[in-house]
């Protein structure tokens, strides 16, 4: 496979694309789209999130110390761009992006009420990288579609429809379709390397 060299920047792709809940000293909500997010961490549950340190939410999280990391579907790519390309200091993009908002049940940071998938995160460690800073979040609670759970013991993921992000090229995409099972499609090379 013919390669070509790029050099040290951002591509790398898909990347989730996710809308950042967080709240002001004056109790304001500010929503900030990042696609420099991603479980890190299974004990204890830990979600990161890499943010400019002169980014409203970035403040906003360093003094509550709480944050929801909201999957966007893909249907909303337009506000999701649109939340990441403007900022909270300047003008209500709840408001202007025409989403809502309902209660998290351990923070008081608010989830995203669109979002399929919502994950509410208390800042538990932050790591300084240049311009940013890495933001380390335990995961208190989970909150999932119901759509998602037609069936018994089944998760329904369509019903999920995440938005992902292609870092460099700057174009947004949905997923398409399943093409394996993780834990089971792999064993397939297990049974042949061991017959």
Same mark, same amino acid.
């Given at each position: 496979?013919?390669?070509? =060299? ?7 792709? +898909? ?10 000293? @004056? ?6 789209? @990042? $696609?420099? @997010? ?6 204890? +549950? ?28 893909? $249907? *909303? ?19 202007? #992006? ?6 998290? =049940?351990?923070?008081?940071? +608010?989830?995203?009420?669109? $979002? ?6 208390? *800042? ?16 208190? =609670?989970?909150? @999932?579609?119901?759509? #998602?759970?037609?069936?018994?013991? =089944? ?41």
């Amino acid at each position: 496979m013919r390669k070509r =060299q790029l050099g040290p920047c951002v591509t790398f792709f +898909p990347q989730p694309t996710t809308i950042v809940t967080s709240l002001n000293s @004056a109790g304001q909500v500010n929503l900030m789209t @990042a $696609s420099w @997010a991603g479980i890190v961490s299974k004990t204890p +549950p830990t979600m990161a999130i890499s943010l400019n340190k002169g980014r409203q939410t970035y403040a906003n999280i360093l003094a509550s110390k709480e944050f929801v990391v909201n999957m966007v579907p893909a $249907s *909303l790519a337009v506000e999701a761009d649109y939340c990441g390309i403007r900022s909270g200091r300047n003008e209500d993009k709840l408001t202007t #992006a025409g989403l809502n908002l309902e209660p998290a =049940q351990e923070l008081q940071v +608010p989830l995203l009420a669109e $979002s399929p998938l919502n994950l509410e995160c208390r *800042l538990s460690q932050e790591i300084e990288i240049g311009d940013y800073r890495l933001l380390l979040g335990e995961i208190l =609670q989970v909150h @999932a579609v119901e759509s #998602a759970f037609a069936e018994e013991d =089944q998760i329904d993921t369509r019903s999920f429809d995440p938005l992902v992000y292609l870092g460099g090229i700057r174009e947004y995409w949905d997923l398409g379709q399943r093409r394996g099972l993780a834990y089971t499609d792999g064993k397939r090379l297990i049974s042949r390397e061991e017959g």
